[in-house]
């Protein structure tokens, strides 16, 4: 926990991770994984997880098991939160366009990738919340098949909440495989893991350093760092709220980083004493700021994945975002409703890359493709301007093949 | 030119060129770019476009000669192409959502990204059109730098199409400089050129490699390769317009691909005697098919750059479509109209990449952020649900920081 002199000095913390090193240390991995298949997977998932499988596809026997582990009201639970993503995600989907100009028609159509790989984290812990959060979006989209890895617990197990999320979300296939060697089974398949075009889902560094390995091929989401949280407060706050939700954040990840922006000094020893309660956190810093214009350019500069506006007048401020994952407005709205439940998503992107990325989707599973029906009109419109550029390029055919069409209008 | 006797060998047509070769020659030059900037910048440029500049940086009078050098009617057709992609892609840009629901208020804004690189491949051959392709979505996205990089001639000089092109699109900032070392400058920046967030645009081998090589710090749009066109057509087609659009595609680029598959084997004959009145191009491929949805589903499984359909019912099979860049619909559509003039993209993905990716367009330059404000039947009604899902992951502070929600608006 550290009290910042200079608001300004939160952006001198530290995020991101070089990867270089990982990406030589996975390479074998992938690398014997393309060669080898199914029995590279099994090898190194006794060496990482402790487990040696028999078989790597999670058969339908253990995810009827997992409802039967799993209480009815986390299953509930899991159910709401699917809907709400579900809502969300579907109403924000995006739209097919055909417009009629004079000259043409043109539109854009959003398709589906045919399918999809989707890391969850697993092992010690269990994450259905990132089950759902890739693979209800990537059912909205329309993916055939969505493909889960997982890595295995060392009786060979997946946790079954995880089984449940998965299942409820509608997953297609799951297999017991984590780690840089899930992701190279992903991307270039095993005799049990058919390949998939496009992977995504958060993972250590070892997964996120595969996933920029395997990028020439297949097309991944983005790097996943450690999580973050940033809030502008002003003295309308709730110390205690804030306090909890930059713990909240910091219970992710050792590497994890929470950031308090706040016009009042007063708020800020709040929730320094509020906190101390619970700890003194490492990779907590607090900063006076002199406005929340102020705190709204270093939020912009920093680029949280998460952004809590907490103070007077933070849904006119909306307007002052320019660089954040996911925005939480006002003292009731803490990220752990965004985590699980409200229905947007929580895999965003991190370490400053709100900047030019955008957090998971719909979008994330569909390419657009656009359309053209050109009419006689639009040749005699538009022909003889765009073969004059055609012969500017030095394109010789490209006019040729527009000039014949001219030709061919003109006959008619 | 090559008629297959199975039309699904189409498929084996290799287009994909590995660039991990490519990408350790040009880590090089990455590298001294990085360290050195602009000194680095000049000596490549000597080394590469035989050159050695005095600045780097396009000046506004180099800007103002080059629309006397240009004749007006070129000057109007630029401006008119503007014109169609500035009214497709406004049409088309993703629009911000926010929705009252009864629990809260959840929305999605799209948002500029701050700054964009573009390369506009150049030397000998110039390529305004391209110029405009990425440079005038930028804009409509709203992005505050947009920077061009492209090689100079021999003597120095920017193509003066290029620089009106350029200019008319509102580029912000234009420098002299190609290759691997462009893409360096604009991905970590030098003296002379500020470093940009995401860069976009097409290159040769070498700048292909180095926007993978830059991809772990920077955006970078799509990994381009020689341009295709698949057509699909029936005796309906005109051979004529079909042998002109092949033989467009493949005077880009001497690995560039034209696939023709036809129900009728009698306009095959008509479009290879068309052909061979210019010559006998290699990678032109025509193959017989027993229907159109036969060759619809070998066009999905090819994912061509570019799909024309000039076959009767075309318009109706619209709907078949599931993998393309861009898609021309009966005999007037020919690509040329696209790539010039009728306002949809030409920087479209290649290699099979057409099932993953999108074609250049607004969203290229703008990332999605979502925002919410919980309110209190908000918290009530989802409260207890997130808690059990947080309590399952063992993320405890998660879980206080909604219970205290909870507790608060129960004492109100």
Same mark, same amino acid.
């Given at each position: 926990?550290?009290?910042? *002199?200079?608001?300004? #000095?939160? !952006?001198?913390?530290?995020?991101?991770?070089?990867? #270089? *090193? /990982?990406? *030589?240390? $996975?390479?074998l991995i992938v690398e014997e994984v393309k060669?080898?298949? #199914?029995? %590279?997977?099994i090898e190194f998932t006794e060496k990482f997880d402790g487990v040696k499988l028999k078989e790597l596809e999670v058969r339908d026997e253990e995810i009827d098991r997992a409802y039967e582990l799993v209480e009815d009201d986390l299953i509930d639970s899991i159910e709401l939160a699917k809907e709400n993503i579900e809502k969300f995600h579907s109403i924000t989907a995006p739209q097919e366009l055909f417009i009629d100009f004079d000259w043409a028609v043109l539109g854009k159509k959003y398709l589906p990738?045919?399918? %999809?790989? $989707?890391? $969850? @984290?697993? =092992?010690?812990?269990?994450? @259905?919340?990132?089950? !759902?959060? %890739?693979?209800v979006p990537a059912k909205i989209a329309g993916v055939d098949r969505v493909v889960v890895c997982t890595p295995p617990a060392r009786d060979g197990s997946v946790n079954p909440l995880t089984l449940v999320a998965c299942d409820i979300a509608g997953v297609d296939e799951m297999f017991k495989v984590g780690g840089a060697q899930a992701i190279a089974a992903l991307a270039y398949g095993t005799e049990t893991i058919k390949p998939v075009l496009k992977i995504v889902g958060p993972g250590n560094v070892y997964v996120t350093a595969a996933k920029i390995l395997v990028s020439k091929d297949v097309a991944i989401d983005m790097p996943a760092g450690p999580s973050e949280i940033l809030i502008i407060a002003d003295s309308s706050a709730d110390p205690k709220f804030i306090a909890l939700d930059c713990l909240a954040q910091l219970e992710h990840d050792p590497m994890a980083v929470a950031v308090v922006l706040s016009t009042s000094r007063k708020l800020i020893d709040e929730v320094v004493t509020e906190v101390k309660k619970y700890g003194e956190p490492d990779n907590l810093y607090l900063a006076e700021v002199s406005s929340i214009e102020e705190a709204m350019e270093i939020s912009n500069s920093f680029a949280p994945e998460h952004l809590e506006m907490v103070f007077e007048g933070a849904e006119e401020a909306i307007s002052l975002v320019k660089n954040a994952g996911s925005v939480f407005?006002? *003292?009731?709205? =803490?990220?752990? /409703? =965004? #985590?699980?439940?409200? =229905?947007?998503?929580?895999? !965003? @992107?991190?370490?400053?890359? %709100?900047?030019? !990325?955008?957090?998971?989707?719909?979008?994330? /599973?569909?390419?657009?493709?656009? /359309?053209q029906q050109i009419n006689e009109r639009g040749v005699s419109m538009l022909g003889e301007k765009a073969v004059k550029i055609a012969k500017a390029e030095g394109l010789e055919f490209h006019a040729k093949s527009i000039e014949e069409r001219i030709r061919a209008i003109k006959g008619r």
């Open positions: 926990m550290k009290i910042l *002199e200079l608001a300004r #000095d939160v !952006l001198k913390i530290s995020r991101k991770t070089s990867l #270089d *090193e /990982f990406v *030589e240390k $996975v390479r060669k080898r298949g #199914d029995s %590279a997977l990738i045919e399918s %999809a790989g $989707v890391y $969850v @984290p697993g =092992g010690r812990a269990s994450y @259905p919340s990132t089950a !759902l959060m %890739a693979c407005i006002g *003292e009731l709205s =803490g990220v752990a /409703f =965004g #985590d699980y439940i409200s =229905g947007t998503n929580h895999i !965003l @992107p991190t370490a400053g890359y %709100a900047k030019m !990325l955008s957090g998971l989707s719909v979008e994330t /599973f569909m390419k657009s493709i656009t /359309f």
